[in-house]
């Protein structure tokens, strides 16, 4: 009765985010007390249930009951407990449950929070948070509902895709389904603003303290993605503008637009328009986020999940939540702003001009996720939008948005600030001296790569950030400022990372049999052999590498092709030895048909990645600054 009782906990917390949708709103139009203050308890009756239900089916997956249809597609007996915990959320319908936990545990986050506050405001936002869990919840229980069964009961489940096997994968989706649904808090306070008619200071302060955790979790939830892309699909890169990347840069572009319209907003009392929209369109991208992951409309290596039918009811959801919401923006756009006056060149200029270029960046995305399909569909053929498009518009962007965040380091409120201008203007030589050593140091480590000027300026206007910023670091370390501070470094070192790692990363494909090497970017790749090992779910061939410089081993590495029998799919498994100036890194091919009368001939893809390590933790430092910004709104 386990999964009946997991279902019965989804029906009931159905029901409360019912109640909790309904019964606030009856309660402020009657002017009952009562109706009001139940939206506390009927916040917490919700995360309740939500988490009963989510226990209920993770126990399902650690028992193996394979009456149950979800558990059958996506577990074996085979598998260790802690990929059984992955396979939790590895498919469509046990991710929407997880959707729903997020959610439910967000609204009672938000609930404790909110005890000071004034109740009218805290129980009409519960009441939208309601109506956007019984949105979803619906959807789950009608056309996504993971407790299922099936009979007769298979003796054996069809395992866990090999992809989603990795440690990776069971931090990476929570994370970034923890930031998709934490922007929903911010969607139903600007509703909430917009029917009050007032946005000030105090609620541009509390929304900004949201906004924060929530793109926090959204940044780690992406950079936890593009580190599993890296190191587990076996191709070099680290981003590859798929959909389903795209699917979550676009809120985060979002997102991030959002924390610096409403600091202004906070601050000067002015870009309550932008910030309203920004909020709107932040949470409504992460819905479309879900529809693009989940419904196979568009194809993606990230996709484990297709299904038309359902995607276009989280389409229609989509659409839903946004046209109510700009209708409700349309008829309701009398928000009291502040009339200020401010210098051409000042800290509200600049951040305007900010606000542009990301609604520019999430613009672009957009157009090239979902041009194709509609180009498809409009009978006119296949067309592919790729790294070209995306470099065209985004290398210029990141430019200017470099500048900028140098050069509002030197503005003050209303004006400029002169001597601080000049200061972070001398600090650009340096800079480009910096980032000159950086790329010569890595081009005569190999006689096939050239110098670049396109890296060489996007490398100086990182490092010239990175210099101005750490300027700051005399001044108050309050935590507001120090997390000013780690965010802004952290996009100066990623930026670095991505560039280097992008312009100057080395690869070739070999052939090789046992004792035999090849000379890649000054390193010896020694191939000494291969083994067979036997793991819990699969069967693998291992290989060894000596990794030499000058003669002299540095590491020993071990690529891997591992077979999954119930899958019956193979996988490659990347060896790579860490450095924070650069990655070696082996992905292991097919073995052949000895050439040379020894077995163990494979072909294998090497590659040398420069500073990518400086990417992720550039992502880090970018978390780091959204919590202490965090804890200093806190503090306040």
Not at 570 to 595: C, F, H, R
């Amino acid at each position: 009765m386990i999964p009946e009782l997991g279902f019965i906990a989804l029906l009931l917390a159905s029901f409360t985010s019912l109640l909790l949708a309904i019964l606030p709103q009856i309660g402020i139009a009657k002017n009952h007390v009562i109706f009001i203050l139940t939206s506390w308890q009927l916040s917490y009756l919700l995360a309740i249930f939500t988490s009963l239900s989510l226990g209920l089916l993770a126990y399902s997956f650690a028992v193996d009951d394979f009456s149950v249809s979800y558990v059958v597609a996506h577990s074996n007996s085979q598998l260790p407990i802690f990929y059984k915990l992955v396979a939790l959320w590895g498919g469509h319908e046990g991710s929407m449950l997880f959707w729903l936990f997020s959610l439910s545990l967000w609204v009672a986050l938000f609930t404790y929070f909110s005890r000071q506050r004034e109740p009218i405001m805290t129980s009409r936002t519960l009441s939208i948070l309601g109506m956007i869990y019984l949105g979803l919840a619906v959807f789950v229980v009608y056309f996504s509902n993971p407790f299922i069964r099936q009979f007769p009961v298979p003796p054996e489940g069809r395992d866990l895709n090999p992809m989603l096997q990795d440690i990776g994968l069971i931090f990476h989706p929570p994370l970034l389904y923890l930031g998709y649904v934490g922007f929903a808090i911010n969607f139903a306070l600007t509703l909430v603003a917009l029917v009050n008619g007032r946005l000030d200071a105090v609620m541009a302060r509390w929304m900004r303290s949201w906004a924060l955790v929530a793109w926090l979790f959204l940044t780690l939830g992406i950079m936890l993605g593009s580190w599993w892309a890296y190191y587990e699909l076996g191709w070099g890169g680290w981003w590859f503008w798929d959909p389903v990347e795209n699917a979550s840069l676009m809120p985060w572009l979002l997102g991030l637009a959002l924390l610096h319209s409403l600091f202004v907003t906070e601050k000067r009392g002015i870009f309550s328009y932008w910030t309203i929209l920004f909020s709107l369109f932040t949470f409504s991208f992460s819905v479309l986020g879900t529809f693009i992951v989940r419904s196979g409309v568009l194809t993606s290596v990230h996709a484990f999940a297709i299904d038309s039918e359902r995607g276009a009811v989280l389409l229609i959801l989509f659409f839903l939540l946004t046209v109510s919401a700009l209708t409700l923006f349309a008829l309701k756009t009398n928000v009291q702003q502040t009339a200020v006056r401010f210098d051409f060149f000042s800290k509200e200029s600049l951040l305007l001009l900010l606000n542009i270029i990301l609604t520019i960046a999430t613009v672009s995305v957009f157009i090239g996720t979902f041009y194709p399909m509609l180009f498809s569909l409009a009978g006119w053929g296949s067309i592919s939008v790729g790294l070209p498009y995306f470099n065209s518009i985004f290398l210029p962007l990141i430019a200017l948005v470099l500048c900028l965040m140098v050069l509002v380091l030197a503005t003050k409120w209303q004006t400029s600030d002169r001597s601080r201008l000049v200061k972070n203007l001398l600090l650009g030589l340096p800079a480009m001296l910096a980032a000159y050593a950086m790329i010569a140091y890595t081009v005569a480590q190999d006689s096939s790569l050239t110098f670049q000027f396109v890296p060489f300026v996007l490398v100086s206007l990182a490092i010239w950030l990175l210099l101005a910023t750490l300027a700051l670091v005399r001044k108050s370390l309050a935590f507001k400022r120090l997390g000013m501070i780690f965010a802004h470094c952290g996009v100066a070192v990623a930026v670095i990372g991505a560039v280097m790692s992008s312009y100057f990363g080395t690869e070739m494909g070999v052939r090789l049999a046992p004792n035999q090497h090849q000379q890649l970017n000054g390193y010896d790749f020694h191939y000494l052999g291969f083994h067979n090992e036997i793991g819990a779910n699969y069967t693998s061939e291992k290989a060894q590498f000596d990794i030499l410089k000058k003669g002299k081993k540095i590491t020993a590495l071990y690529p891997e092709r591992r077979y999954y029998d119930v899958r019956t799919m193979n996988m490659s498994e990347v060896a790579i030895d860490w450095g924070m100036l650069g990655d070696i890194y082996i992905v292991m091919g097919d073995k052949l048909t000895p050439q040379s009368g020894i077995d163990g001939e494979f072909t294998f893809r090497l590659h040398y990645k420069p500073f990518i390590r400086w990417l992720w933790f550039g992502g880090i430092l970018m978390a780091l600054g959204a919590l202490l910004g965090m804890l200093g709104l806190r503090k306040k």
